[in-house]
């Protein structure tokens, strides 16, 4: 029919996938250690076990938590043992570092859970867009993952994107 309207990105084969859809749910949480620190520098272990019993636990519940040090003080590997102990059982995940660690570490855990057999010989846009924190190391090891399958990767939208990888 001469004048009708097609939807070309619909009939172009191309797979968009988003990080939507892989971003496991639940609350983020991050604690920081500065502040139980004698002048934000020193762990004193008798303030840092009264603070670790004062603390409210029950926050961390079903959380994914990144547990860090907001300065360069020098915290000694038992420390961060004590906050394992009192978040196992608790926490979804827990991580040494900051919140985007935390995502990158998250997120690459869900690709190489991910089974990217589906995918095989296709062309597929991975959706730059997002109200999400995916971070850079996330785009990085979505890449990797998805090459040994793909006949194409691009990033972006179907109707602007930047082509990532090819097959020859």
Same mark, same amino acid.
């Not at 860090?68 to 420390?79: H, V």
């Given at each position: 029919?001469?004048?009708?309207?097609?939807?070309?990105?619909?009939?172009?084969?191309?797979?968009?996938?988003?990080?939507?859809?892989?971003?496991?749910?639940?609350?983020?949480?991050?604690?920081?250690?500065?502040?139980?620190?004698?002048?934000?520098?020193?762990?004193? *272990?008798? *303030?840092?076990?009264?603070?670790?019993?004062?603390?409210?636990?029950?926050?961390?519940?079903?959380?994914?938590?990144?547990?860090?040090?907001?300065?360069?003080?020098?915290?000694?590997?038992?420390?961060?043992?004590?906050?394992?102990?009192?978040?196992?059982?608790?926490?979804?995940?827990?991580?040494?570092?900051?919140?985007?660690?935390? *995502?990158?570490?998250?997120?690459?855990?869900?690709?190489?859970?991910?089974?990217?057999?589906?995918?095989?010989?296709?062309?597929?846009?991975?959706?730059?867009?997002?109200?999400?924190?995916?971070?850079?190391?996330?785009?990085?090891?979505?890449?990797?993952?998805?090459?040994?399958?793909?006949?194409?990767?691009?990033?972006?939208?179907?109707?602007?994107?930047?082509?990532?990888?090819?097959?020859?």
């Amino acid at each position: 029919m001469e004048g009708e309207i097609r939807n070309k990105v619909a009939s172009s084969g191309l797979i968009t996938l988003s990080f939507n859809d892989f971003y496991p749910k639940g609350v983020r949480k991050a604690l920081d250690l500065q502040p139980w620190l004698y002048e934000g520098m020193i762990l004193r *272990e008798k *303030e840092f076990r009264t603070h670790l019993q004062n603390h409210d636990w029950a926050q961390y519940k079903g959380a994914y938590v990144a547990v860090y040090c907001g300065t360069d003080a020098i915290i000694p590997q038992w420390a961060y043992m004590l906050i394992g102990v009192a978040l196992e059982g608790l926490a979804e995940k827990i991580v040494y570092g900051s919140p985007e660690q935390l *995502e990158a570490l998250v997120l690459e855990e869900v690709l190489n859970q991910t089974d990217f057999s589906p995918y095989k010989d296709q062309r597929v846009i991975l959706k730059g867009c997002s109200d999400l924190p995916i971070p850079p190391h996330a785009y990085l090891a979505f890449a990797a993952r998805l090459k040994p399958f793909a006949k194409s990767i691009m990033f972006g939208e179907a109707c602007s994107t930047v082509p990532i990888y090819k097959r020859k």
